[in-house]
């Protein structure tokens, strides 16, 4: 089954269409529609308009929800092709997003999660590509304005500036302007907001803006034990594979591993400390996560490895959506 999704075949998007509506079944036919969090002024605003538009309809909405998951996974999947960071251009990242965007149910639905992976997605493949541009400062200003634009949908993103700096450190050569220009980047988002809420006199949505607490995994059980102990194994299966696939790879490459690696170690402390009332908080894990593990989907010299990657990660899905349901 591999080889369908290790060609670039047309085809092969509607297969992965076909996929989604699959895995995202038992979401589609229990709808839910989005509700208003409280004290997230501008995810509220954006619900309101979108409660125009779908008049509240919790079908359209859990539609709305896995189309965008759909979309993510294929501009996931444009960006490691874009960047080589296989050594052969396929599906396989995008598979792989699907896939592990099903683990919970929640992550199926539309929630301020899914919005915080599209910036974090965008924020990616314009760090990737920090090595390979001649224009690196539009390239870390851009990244640093999309990253701070997370963190003000949902505060505990704020880590991420982490995650700008620590690729500069790996991707580029040390140059003082350009941390400057990140920083510039980094809080234009907020000078803008707070000039706007200043002329509308409401400087009491940015003071909101801080909202912190605890996240963590509701299924602490035996079942949340196997899921994690899962992901674990799934993880370092990629990690083995990036390993044996990267060793002959330009240094470009090997650094742009380094920095989705980065990319999720960051997004732990921003799924932990997300506030209580943001749902699905730990779906910021899967955009990094599931590059990880595709590595162990396309590792083609070992093909008894990937076929028992893949087939692992297909029961470990089927017991997610049993045991988290």
């Known amino acids: ?29 229990h709808p839910v529609a989005a509700t208003p969090v409280e004290g997230y002024y501008i995810y509220n605003h954006l619900l309101h308009w979108l409660d125009f538009v779908f008049n509240g309809n919790a079908f359209i909405y859990t539609l709305f929800a ?19 960071l296989f050594t052969r ?23 301020l999660p899914l919005l915080v992976n599209w910036f ?21 200003f851009n990244a640093g304005f999309i990253l701070c634009s997370v963190a003000l949908l949902q505060f505990s993103a704020l880590s991420y500036i982490l995650f700008l700096l620590l690729c500069l450190v790996v991707l580029r050569p040390f140059n003082i ?9 980094y809080f234009t988002p907020i000078y803008f907001l ?7 006199d409401r400087m009491d949505i940015i003071y909101g803006l801080p909202r912190l607490g605890i996240s963590l995994p509701a299924k602490a059980e035996w079942k949340g034990m196997v899921v994690i102990s899962g992901l674990i194994i799934l993880l370092f299966s990629g990690v083995y594979a990036m390993q044996l696939q990267t060793a ?78």
């Open 89 to 111: 251009h396929g599906y396989l990242p995008a598979l792989s997003y699907l896939l592990f965007s099903s683990i919970y149910p929640a992550f199926s639905y539309f929630s």
């Open 194 to 200: 707070a000039c706007l809420l200043y002329l509308i």
């Open 248 to 325: 002959k790879a330009n240094v470009y490459v090997r650094r742009n591993w380094i920095a989705i690696i980065i990319c999720l170690i960051v997004s732990l402390p921003v799924a932990i400390f997300a506030d209580n009332v943001v749902k699905s908080a730990w779906l910021v894990l899967v955009p990094a996560l599931s590059l990880l593990i595709s590595n162990a989907f396309s590792l083609e010299k070992s093909k008894w490895f990937s076929n028992f990657a893949f087939y692992f990660s297909l029961a470990f899905i089927v017991y997610c959506q049993w045991a988290l349901k």
């Open 177 to 185: 302007s350009e941390w400057v220009v990140a920083m510039m980047g």
């Open 1 to 29: 089954m591999l080889p369908i999704f290790r060609n670039t075949s047309p085809y092969t998007v509607i297969i992965l269409l076909i996929i989604t509506v699959f895995l995202k079944l038992h979401v589609l036919l």
């Open 120 to 140: 974090l997605i965008w924020a990616i493949g314009v760090i990737l590509g920090f090595g390979q541009t001649l224009q690196p400062r539009k390239h870390i």
């Open 66 to 84: 896995v189309l965008n998951i759909f979309s993510q996974a294929i501009y996931l999947n444009n960006i490691c092709n874009k960047y080589k």
